[in-house]
């Protein structure tokens, strides 16, 4: 469609539109921003390394979360995790790389299921749990990198009641990492996962070795496991109770997914069937989930028999921090300052795949809806954004790792259960028996999970809801504040439309805008009368134009027009849209700009409250029709010169 000529864009607002493919290829540019090719990506063990800064930094506090919930069980639980992760969940999200290689994730999966205003509230309230998720990420990560900073031995006196302070401009740090450009968080990312897994591997090959050459250990530890828990079946058993309390060992898998639009594939691929991207995204997710594995188990196996019950509890040298205390036990201080760095520099950045998941999951659905303004598509707009609402949520809970947990774990387990859900759907749909039974058995045990985090850490519930919330307030108001904005993104005229237009051209283009009722023939003739009548118009050369509203909650669309006679007289425009005014208005612009003329369109005033009328244009795209169109094309065109007439008798 033509559109209006604008002022060239200040420097300041050219590079904040900049790079609006950065984040996710398919994203529709904003208005004004310049053109910049998508990036050609990365490969996919490059891209693991950036949702690896979050999966893989939990290592920092898994292994303590886990003995504290387990005790002497902490290896045996961890077993069950590592069975639930490689049967359960990568299963899962391998399926939901193959349904939706655009990285929306499970999200775009169960938004299929439902439409109208249910399905987008739906999609909203997901997005309020991812939110909830990728934010506490970010947060809760700093945070914890800052208490790790705060309570070196070296560092106390000096940053002493500074957590606060420190954990902000970690944060800020994070935004400006992305501000700077995508890549420059791919190499960090890379660096500090290839640092850090490194010295995991020296902390657990010596921890091994005192295991093994300290044989009394084993056995000690496993008589007490005997005593304490008598059988193999009560170990399981017990392992099952404590597992919801291991479940953040889950957490990666969701960004895992949203940032596949960033993984290479292939030189072939394309959008629409981009196989190298989810071949190579497979990979991704499995490497990680086969690191992760290896390295929980051993880990919880060494903290476990090394560690003395009493050092994992609060107050304890290994509260929060397992790996550090046995890198300073058996490796000397110079190692261990060594992997307190690494382990303070993958928790800040951890956030970075929490970064990426929101820039590359938020465009694709609120501005889409109409949820959120223009900028929203770009990358550095969403980066202050959502660097300014994780300085809220750090001041909110005082930089607080533990009040910030039980919300982190629900997040990421509402959005596992809700793409095992996706996925079971998806193979009764195809049809595939095995798959649905075993994605529903993911099913049961990942609700579980969430149902009984719920009930221990409610306080997780009540974050998440303030976000959505916040997240569906922000976005009606959105939607309401762009409520006269032309939404069409194309227009199309099958031949017979076009010979209409192409005859009209030659005399004064007047269009009559109806609403289809009977179809008959008295129904076109009384309404000629009627506009005859009303504007003192002679003649009867009108085109009938006549909107039918399919999808009210949708906000933008392509629209296709088809031309037809009727009762071998009556020419008739037939449209499908998601709002009347705006398909009326978008069609009046193209006219004008294919003909050089000046249309004119034709109403009825619409009986009613228009404050009633304003609501049910609002929700259902229809109702206050003549001066909602005239309001659209007055701010799709500025000059009243040029914009088309309309015409209300």
Known sequence: M?????????RLRAWMLEGLSDMGKGIQQAPHAQPEPAHKGQRWYRVMCLTGVDYFSTLGYQPGIAALAAGLLSPVATIVLVIVTLAGALPVYRRVAEESPRGEGSIAMLERLLSFWKGKLFVLTLLGFAATDFLITITLSAADASTHLVENPHLTSALHGQQMLITLILVALLGAVFLKGFLEAIGVAVALVVVYLGLNVVVVAVGMYHVITAGHLVTDWAGALTTEHGNIFAMIGVSLLVFPKLALGLSGFETGVAVMPHVQGDPGDTEEN?????????????????IMSVFLIATSFITTVLIPEKEFKSGGQA????????????????????????????????????????????????????????????????????????????????????????????????????????????????????????????????????????????????????????????SLLSRLARAFELRVTSVTLDDMAERFIRDMASRKIRFIANEPDQRDKAEYRDKIEQIQNDNDIPGEDFVFVEVTVVDPSEFEAGLTVRGEVLHDRYRVLTLESSSIPNALAALLLHVRDTTQCTPHIYFEWTEGSPFANFLRFFLFGQGEVAPVTREVLREAEPDRIRRPRVHTG
């Open 2 to 10: 033509a559109t209006t000529e604008h002022p060239p864009p200040s």
């Open 319 to 474: 509260n929060g921090r397992a790996l550090a205390y046995l890198s300073h036990e058996y490796l000397g201080n110079a190692f261990g300052t060594v992997y307190d760095i690494s382990t303070i520099a993958i928790l800040w950045f951890a956030g970075a795949s929490a970064m990426a998941g929101l820039l590359n999951l938020m465009p694709r659905y609120l501005p889409r809806y109409g949820m959120a303004p223009h900028w929203a598509r770009a990358v550095r707009p969403m980066v202050i954004v959502f660097t300014l609402i994780g300085f809220l949520v750090t001041w909110i809970f005082n930089a607080d790792v533990d009040a910030q947990g039980g919300a982190y774990a629900t997040g990421v387990l509402v959005l596992m259960s809700s793409a095992a859900i996706a996925v079971t759907i998806a193979a009764r749909r195809a049809q595939q028996r095995g798959w649905t039974i075993g994605f529903g058995v993911v099913s049961a045990v990942l609700l579980y999970v969430t149902v009984a985090n719920v009930i221990e850490r409610p306080d997780g519930v009540k974050i998440g809801a303030c976000f959505i919330a916040g997240i569906i307030l922000v």
């Open 274 to 290: 981009p196989q190298g991207r989810i071949r190579d995204t497979k990979k991704l997710l499995t490497a990680a989930a086969l």
